[in-house]
């Protein structure tokens, strides 16, 4: 069973408009959590990471946050831009090499 | 510029051919990642390195092979024992367990 989920599968929102993103983990214990950033058919690309002891990070127009207590994390999209389709991937690093990857939310901005 | 650099982008391949997609990064890193990726599924490790000349496996090793001669270069090839290799592919890199993690831009290989 995967240790990261991440809701929801899908969202389509217009531009300028804010969204959110969830995941939540079983993976314990971990090292740190980070977002990416994947455009289709491209690798991934990290927005943010964010060790056990941070609640938030932010990287532009993108914030991440974690409750390392409930073990959830959410990324949040301010004012999005056509640019911000793509699928944002939630992974947590355990205290090995084996990293916990989320299936991923795909997000479509129209104009 | 620095980064890692997959190759070839796209590969058809007939059932019963290996095939080795080729990996390089000049970020000087130590660890090394090949991952694959399912639609609907996170990525799942194939291989990892930690260092040259040793390398482990991950989740889903068999029908692959790796090989860490060198620090820049971390090959992956493809068996004809692999059940289902239609797949893209991804090569990562890191400067150790924690460290941030650098993708290539993928390879997509497609059984025909």
């Known amino acids: 069973k995967n240790q990261v989920e991440q809701s929801p599968q899908s969202l389509i929102i217009l531009e300028g408009k804010n969204c959110t993103l969830q995941c939540n983990y079983t993976v314990s214990p971990f090292s740190n959590l980070r977002w990416y950033k994947q455009d289709t058919g491209r690798g991934p690309v990290s927005l943010t990471i964010?060790?056990?002891?941070?609640n938030t990070k932010s990287n532009g127009r993108y914030t991440a946050t974690l409750d390392a207590d409930t073990k959830q994390s959410s990324l949040h999209i301010t004012a999005s831009q056509l640019s911000d389709s793509a699928s944002y991937i939630c992974?947590?690093?355990?205290?090995?090499?084996?990293?916990?990857f989320g299936a991923g939310t795909t997000v479509t901005v129209r104009a | 510029d620095g980064g890692i650099t997959q190759s070839p982008k796209y590969l058809f391949r007939k059932e019963g051919q290996n095939v080795t997609l080729s990996c390089e990064q000049n970020?000087?890193?130590?660890?090394m990642y090949w991952y694959r990726q399912d639609p609907g599924q996170g990525l799942r490790l194939i291989y990892y390195s930690q260092i040259v000349n040793d390398f482990q496996k991950g989740d889903i090793a068999e029908g692959y092979s790796v090989s860490r001669e060198k620090k820049e270069s971390f090959p992956l090839t493809v068996t004809s024992a692999q059940k289902n290799p239609t797949a893209f592919y991804l090569c990562?890199?890191?400067?150790?367990?924690?460290?941030?993690?650098?993708f290539g831009e993928g390879s997509r290989l497609t059984v025909l």
């Open positions: 992974v947590v690093t355990p205290n090995d090499y084996k990293l916990s």
């Open positions: 990562a890199s890191s400067t150790g367990r924690t460290g941030e993690l650098f």
């Open positions: 970020l000087n890193h130590d660890a």
């Open positions: 964010m060790t056990f002891s941070e």
